[in-house]
């Protein structure tokens, strides 16, 4: 077992109980995979004791082990990414495999690294890029790379809208914006309330139900995202729908970052067949959403100063939205009815202390209760009067638009404590505030103007993995992650 520096236990101790200080803690499930292959000579007999590196192309962290009494090796608990892995032997050339992309939870074989005579100097190197045929595990999955989500287009920027991408995925409606209750897709003929969607391995479901519960992550902090459509491993069960796995990103070993605005606006809609017919103008639609992110190496004086050491990438997006709702036709009670006035209904109103109908329908002044007449007022006044058009099914026209505000913040912090440790933390939080008529969280539900309230939704989420290598048949890897959402 290797043993860690007092200067590297001390900062992986600091970033470990800053991490649990930030919430309450809960058991995750882990999104490490495994890389195997096998060294062979050139007749294809295995070669033993051969050093076998495998190199993170993004941060140039690396990993030795050596080939086994039957030529074989074995990366365990390694994060998704994309490696190199090269073999060398005294006597042989040097062989490598590059482009070699390790997705959540797999077991990737690198395939047969087969040795030529020569020096060690003299190398063989051997692109791994193209596609692949799954030999190491049973289980039947999809990828989202990061690459499709750069270039594919999501209304509402919720990755889990391109699922339908994917083989074995019916689509359904886009969300609007992440934060959204999201028409899941069908994914492997199941309802849309069936899947587990996690995001570093911690479950983003509603754990008091069995409902999928939104998840509040922009889209430029997603990595890559896998489903496991069936056939997975017993540690990704809990429903009986597909696994979604979205991995966050991570720095590397250069600077990264990008800014960004994306635009809806009412003024590129066309206005609705009803509310022409209506006479209603196009209604308030704005979407202004502005990002950022940064990630990279981090440096700390006198305790880390490679850049192979220390990671961290930050992302943030801010939304304010102008949401239109359905229009909305309902009756209110006229001016000439709150004065007691009912001559122009034909259904006859009765006096409840004679049973009789009233003269002309029209109640007198002194039987009217003025408490009664307050209360009336809580109604608004008809503004669709025009029977051509209501065909006197309704009175009053109704469409609200609801401001809100959303904001998306997640960072990573990895640290390579060492060529067999490995830390990384990683949170996540989501704030909504919005204020209408017909909203959620303790709204009247009355989408005709009853009573105006507010809404504030937070979720906030965290993952610290700890993972050390004893052997390549030996790895202990501690996972802990929370996720707590609220609603006033």
Do not use: C
């Amino acid at each position: 077992m290797s043993r860690l520096r007092p200067s590297s236990l001390r900062i992986a101790t600091i970033l470990l109980l800053g991490a649990i200080a930030i919430s309450p803690l809960a058991v995750a499930q882990t999104v490490s995979g495994a890389i195997t292959g096998t060294a062979t000579d050139p007749s294809s007999l295995p070669v033993a004791g051969a050093t076998v590196t495998l190199t993170n192309s993004d941060t140039g962290v690396k990993a030795v082990e050596k080939t086994g009494g039957s030529g074989e090796f074995t990366f365990t608990a390694v994060l998704p990414g994309r490696y190199s892995v090269s073999v060398e032997m005294a006597g042989f050339k040097k062989v490598e495999k590059t482009d070699l992309n390790i997705t959540a939870a797999e077991r990737l074989s690198a395939g047969e690294f087969a040795l030529q005579i020569g020096s060690t100097t003299d190398s063989v190197i051997v692109d791994a890029s193209g596609a692949r045929v799954q030999t190491s595990s049973e289980d039947r999955s999809a990828v989202l790379t990061s690459a499709q989500m750069d270039q594919l287009m999501a209304r509402g920027r919720d990755f889990l809208s391109l699922l339908r991408v994917m083989p074995g995925v019916v689509p359904s409606s886009d969300s609007d914006a992440i934060g959204t209750r999201t028409a899941y897709p069908n994914a492997q003929g199941m309802r849309i309330s069936y899947p587990t969607v996690a995001i570093d391995g911690v479950s983003n479901n509603d754990l008091g139900s069995s409902q999928t519960t939104p998840t509040p992550i922009n889209m430029d902090a997603v990595g890559e995202v896998k489903v496991l459509m069936n056939n997975y491993q017993a540690e990704y069960g809990r429903t009986a729908g597909v696994q979604v796995l979205a991995i966050t990103r991570a720095g590397a070993s250069q600077y990264h970052g990008n800014g960004y605005y994306y635009k809806r606006n009412e003024e590129f809609n066309a206005n609705n067949f009803f509310s022409n017919r209506a006479g209603t103008p196009i209604p308030r639609y704005r979407f202004n959403t502005w990002g950022a992110n940064l990630g990279g190496p981090a440096y700390i004086p006198h305790l880390i100063t490679r850049k192979d050491k220390l990671f961290f990438f930050y992302s943030q997006e801010y939304l304010p939205t102008s949401t239109p709702q359905n229009i909305v036709n309902v009756t209110t009670p006229t001016q000439a009815q709150r004065n007691g006035d009912y001559s122009a209904v034909a259904t006859p109103i009765k006096d409840p202390n004679t049973g009789n109908p009233f003269p002309g329908n029209i109640i007198p002044s002194n039987r009217i209760d003025p408490n009664g007449q307050k209360l009336l007022s809580v109604f608004p006044l008809p503004n669709q009067l025009n029977t051509a058009i209501t065909k006197g099914a309704y009175n009053y026209t109704f469409q609200e638009v609801i401001p809100a505000t959303r904001n998306n913040e997640v960072y990573r912090v990895d640290y390579n404590i060492d060529d067999k440790t490995r830390l990384y933390v990683r949170g996540l939080n989501f704030r909504l505030n919005q204020s209408g008529y017909n909203i959620g969280g303790g709204g009247s539900g009355a989408p005709w103007g009853e009573l105006k309230t507010d809404n504030v939704f937070s979720d906030d989420g965290g993952v610290i993995n700890l993972t050390h290598t004893f052997s390549p048949t030996m790895v202990n890897e501690t996972s802990f992650g929370v996720h707590h959402s609220q609603q006033l």
